[in-house]
């Protein structure tokens, strides 16, 4: 008979748990975080430099956004070398020493790995691009022209994919009379991920940050390296371009490259890391599978689901939020990843605007409706993201003119819709709510020049509201947004349920109020909130069941009882018992 006491313990749900699963990660936009030269750019000593500010708000990761060498077509998205520094924003020895000093205070580096596609300057595409016989030839998609067509003619792409960045997803080289793809722009042309020489040199480039002591990698659109082959056409759509994701989203392999690259990079490895994969499309099913800790793929997807909402047959067809929308796509992602897998919770990042701008009013209760999505987000079951300046309520900017847009994704835009026929008013309506340069206006440290951010003139124009909007503002404001913000990473630290505990949706039809339980064990969290500018009752069912249970976190003062929940205006509430 087996001595039952020599069996080892059973795993405990909290104590053995990823690191990352109690953590909240800040994201830098290092080109608008913080200059410390004067030159107008942001640069990595300014990131050294807010490393105090960082840690008071008590976040656990910084995910760094591309400092790679690169000719900034797409803000650093475009690398041209992935093992360097890029000089406008500083050196090697700088990145090293911003790693020492996350270390030395308990903090963690995630860099931006952009490996869907290149720069066209990288001297892989540039040995690719010099002849047909070049030995990297196939390190890209090259193909002919359409069979009948002539070379160069319009419509005679391989095939009819649209680019993400406007026009067709084909540019022509005239030197070989064959044409490369690039899903974003015509300067990022696609990595061909079948050939094996390709795999092996992105691991090995992974391993060498490893080994500078970067503790993980935030993975650009990593679920469309796998195409579909032979590449064919996508669902028509306007202008003649056609829909092609379903032959490069989530294709055939991206599973058995994924779970390659772990094995290549991480396998064996002593060290905490973190793998989160940015996957535009990805379904709930689908992030099961890349999130399953046996799996071994990455730790945690990025999906665009509930950024979505507010938008029809484009990012650009702009519609009305609807908090029942949300609260379903939240409810879903929940409920999907509950027993396997794991959430990435953001509202905000370097490609979408200010979501105070966005679900919340930016206006007469701006601070309320910042620190209402800020608790609504971060009681979600998964590790919650923090992009620049969300954490003071920053919004989007009072953009006037089609020139006062400098991102690649809007101006190319705006070209193409005018040259469809479309109204100039509402194609700058739309881009105002939408677009991009809205998350990357310079940070808003101070009431003074540039906000603080340079002592130069800005790369971008920083926003006028930073004179009652700054960090300096906050930090001192003992009720500021920031303040909020700290008391929530506080929270997940010390308490179990919010990082490990189960989600239940509430009131999942109510059209005002967002209402959800965390529950582990007897621990039990009770997290009510109004998307409104008026009162609204909050109908939970056993309300009078949480009578006597403790506020842990308010965003007004003097709540009423629990057993009848009025909140006002962009009123949340978090409720603690057991």
């Not at 892989?124 to 691009?129: E, L, P, Q, T």
């Not at 908090?323 to 990042?349: D, T």
């Not at 006002?568 to 057991?578: F, K, L, M, T």
């Amino acid at each position: 008979m087996t001595d039952q006491t020599d069996s080892p313990p059973l795993p405990d749900p909290v104590t053995d748990a990823p690191w990352w699963r109690s953590a909240v990660v800040y994201q830098v936009y290092p080109r608008s975080f913080a200059d410390s030269d004067g030159d107008g750019i942001g640069d990595l000593r300014g990131v050294i430099d807010r490393l105090p500010y960082l840690a008071e708000l008590g976040v656990d990761v910084l995910w760094l956004s591309p400092v790679y060498p690169s000719p900034q077509d797409d803000n650093g998205y475009d690398i041209s070398d992935y093992q360097g520094i890029d000089p406008a924003f500083g050196t090697l020895d700088e990145l090293d020493e911003l790693i020492a000093a996350l270390h030395a205070r308990g903090m963690k580096l995630v860099m931006d790995l952009v490996v869907n596609h290149t720069s066209d300057e990288h001297p892989w595409f540039v040995a690719s691009r010099s002849s047909a016989d070049d030995p990297k030839r196939d390190w890209y998609w090259w193909q002919p022209a359409r069979e009948g067509m002539t070379p160069g003619a319009p419509g005679a792409e391989p095939t009819n994919w649209a680019s993400f960045f406007s026009g067709p997803a084909w540019e022509f080289d005239e030197a070989s009379g064959e044409y490369f793809l690039h899903l974003f722009s015509r300067k990022q042309p696609d990595l061909n991920w079948e050939n094996p020489e390709v795999r092996a040199a992105v691991h090995a480039m992974m391993r060498w940050w490893l080994d500078r002591g970067v503790d993980g990698f935030r993975m650009d659109v990593i679920n469309l390296i796998s195409k579909r082959t032979p590449l064919a056409d996508g669902r028509p759509g306007p202008g003649g371009l056609g829909d092609g994701s379903a032959e490069y989203v989530c294709g055939p392999r991206i599973h058995e490259f994924l779970q390659a690259l772990h094995e290549e990079v991480f396998a064996g490895r002593t060290g905490a890391f973190i793998t989160v994969g940015e996957m535009p499309g990805v379904t709930v099913d689908e992030a099961v599978l890349f999130t399953d800790p046996e799996r071994r793929e990455v730790d945690m997807v990025f999906q665009f689901e509930h950024v979505g909402l507010d938008q029809g047959e484009s990012k650009w067809d702009v519609r009305p939020f609807d908090l029942r929308a949300l609260k379903a796509s939240f409810g879903r992602w929940q409920a999907g990843l509950a027993e396997r897998g794991w959430n990435s919770l953001y509202w905000n990042n370097h490609d979408q605007p200010r979501v105070v701008s966005r679900f919340g009013d930016d206006t007469r209760w701006r601070v309320e409706s910042a620190k209402l999505l800020g608790t609504v987000l971060h009681l979600h079951r998964g590790t919650p993201y923090v992009y620049q300046g969300e954490e003071l309520g920053m919004t989007n900017a009072p953009f006037v003119r089609a020139g006062d847009f400098l991102d690649i994704e809007s101006v190319n835009h705006y070209a193409a819709a005018i040259a469809l026929g479309a109204e100039s008013e509402s194609v700058l309506a739309a881009l105002r709510v939408m677009s991009r340069d809205n998350a990357r206006t310079p940070m808003q440290w101070g009431d003074g020049h540039a906000g603080g951010f340079t002592t130069g003139t800005p790369w971008a124009p920083v926003n006028p509201n930073h004179t009652e909007i700054n960090a300096a503002a906050a930090v001192a404001d003992p009720d500021s947004v920031f303040h909020h913000y700290r008391r929530l990473i506080e929270l997940r630290h010390i308490e179990p349920v919010v990082a490990h505990g189960d989600f239940t949706m509430l009131l999942p039809d109510d059209p005002t109020v967002y209402a959800f339980t965390r529950t582990l064990g007897p621990r039990q969290l009770l997290v009510v909130a109004n998307f409104s500018g008026e009162d609204a009752l909050a109908e939970v069912q056993d309300a009078a069941a949480w009578a006597g249970a403790e506020l842990v976190l308010g965003n007004w003062p003097d709540p009423d009882p629990v057993e009848a929940i009025v909140l006002r205006p962009w009123e949340a509430r978090v409720y603690r018992r057991g």
